[in-house]
């Protein structure tokens, strides 16, 4: 049982001795060119607050009662940060659901490049936040989204922002604002 610990003690002794004294990381590491994906909805400038406050659920069937459509075959230059796409002006006369469904082409020639669709229904982003998407370098690349938001009577505003990382182009586009009661 001695010998053991006397082992022990002697090997850590040893490696400690042999290692010399610890050399501790740099306190900041430098910069290897890639961007930190963050959320969109702390970004300076950002157009909705982060969560809405939870709507009384309905029980039964929901019908579809409206659709509004925006599309656009334009290609357009994006610059970083968020950019308006869309805005319609919804009426309920009961409570509802906004469903939002998108469908957008997004180029970049950059590799780190990162989009996100920000569905915002009176000044809260929908889901909580912007859903971000990777796009890889060259080319159009479809992303899609599908999200819903119960609202209760009354006006309500549904929007479509885009928030780019690095300036990207913005190809064929749709969103479609579906109304359920």
């Given at each position: 049982m001695y010998r053991s610990a006397l082992l022990i003690s002697t090997a850590v002794g040893l490696t400690v001795?042999?290692?010399?004294?610890?050399q501790g990381l740099?306190?900041?590491l430098p910069h290897d060119g890639s961007l930190k994906q963050r959320n969109a909805q702390h970004a300076p400038n950002a157009p909705a607050k982060p969560a809405r406050p939870a709507q009384p659920g309905r029980g039964g069937a929901l019908k579809m009662s409206q659709t509004f459509i925006f599309q656009s075959d334009q290609t357009e230059t994006l610059q970083s940060g968020f950019t308006l796409d869309s805005k319609a002006s919804i009426g309920c006369r009961t409570s509802c659901v906004i469903e939002v469904q998108a469908q957008m082409d997004f180029a970049s020639y950059y590799s780190y490049d990162s989009v996100a669709l920000c569905p915002v229904i009176d000044g809260y982003f929908t889901g909580?936040?912007?859903?971000?998407?990777?796009?890889?370098?060259?080319?159009?690349?479809a992303v899609t989204l599908l999200t819903s938001q119960s609202v209760g009577s009354g006006t309500h505003m549904a929007e479509m922002?885009?928030?780019?990382?690095?300036?990207?182009y913005l190809g064929r586009r749709q969103t479609d604002y579906h109304v359920y009661k």
């Open positions: 001795a042999a290692g010399g004294p610890v740099p306190k900041k909580g936040s912007c859903f971000f998407e990777n796009i890889p370098a060259g080319g159009f690349h922002y885009l928030y780019a990382i690095a300036p990207a």
